[in-house]
T-cell receptor
Framework: GENVEQHPSTLSVQEGDSAVIKCTYS??????FPWYKQELGKRPQLIID?????GEKKDQRIAVTLNKTAKHFSLHITETQPEDSAVYFC???????????FGAGTRLFVKA | GAGVSQSPRYKVAKRGQDVALRCDPISGHVSLFWYQQALGQGPEFLTYFQNEAQLDKSGLPSDRFFAERPEGSVSTLKIQRTQQEDSAVYLC?????????????FGSGTQLSVL
């Protein structure tokens, strides 16, 4: 079945620095890759997503890149701010059904 | 409503007790999902509804878990004879899109603790 690996599990950066989180997936038929942000005790929120027919998508300080050949995609956050501190989850669909497979999450700490 | 609403926010159950968790999706959202999130982990899929039809229940961990959405709006996840391993946050998500898991809006979840 589909498997999604996410790295690193914890990431600590200084305010203003960039942060990169990487994910790999196993189902070559996957065609949609969302990223969710979950603050402590709160709901996961979709922050950006990308389809398999594009290689990169940007929205202000966040961007996602996709390498279909290598089956990996990455989240890039530039000019990090303390409010970016949260757990970030990548995900990929299981093309055999309706489930979304989530990575284990990356806890990002942005130090002021 | 403005977002996906779940109740109760917290539920403490004694082992062996039955529980029912409620989800009110965003009005007009056809797709509804239930996920289970263990502490420090990503959400894990339980089941999917398109309107009132349960199209995928492959993630339900045992026959103690049952979900319904009889009128294609509100959904209830029921867990019978709860066990300690059922302790987790149960998340509901809805989407305007059909037959897809894209653009999910999550509720705040129900944190279930089984003692």
């Amino acid at each position: 079945g589909e498997n999604v690996e996410q790295h690193p599990s914890t990431l600590s950066v200084q305010e203003g620095d960039s942060a990169v989180i990487k994910c790999t997936y196993s189902d070559s038929a996957s065609n949609y890759f969302p990223w969710y942000k979950q603050e402590l005790g709160k709901r996961p929120q979709l922050i950006i997503d990308i389809r398999s027919n594009v290689g990169e998508k940007k929205d202000q300080r966040i961007a996602v890149t996709l390498n279909k050949t290598a089956k990996h995609f990455s989240l890039h956050i530039t000019e990090t701010q303390p409010e970016d501190s949260a757990v970030y989850f990548c995900a990929a669909p299981n093309t055999g059904g309706f489930k979304t497979i989530f990575g284990a999450g990356t806890r990002l700490f942005v130090k002021a | 409503g403005a977002g996906v609403s779940q109740s109760p926010r917290y539920k403490v159950a004694k082992r062996g007790q039955d529980v029912a968790l409620r989800c009110d999706p965003i009005s007009g959202h056809v797709s509804l999902f239930w996920y289970q999130q263990a502490l420090g982990q990503g959400p894990e899929f339980l089941t999917y509804f398109q309107n009132e039809a349960q199209l995928d229940k492959s993630g339900l961990p045992s026959d103690r878990f049952f979900a319904e959405r009889p009128e294609g709006s509100v959904s209830t996840l029921k867990i019978q004879r709860t066990q300690q391993e059922d302790s987790a946050v149960y998340l509901c998500a809805s989407s305007l899109l059909t037959a897809t898991n894209e653009k999910l809006f999550f509720g705040s979840g129900t944190q279930l603790s089984v003692l």
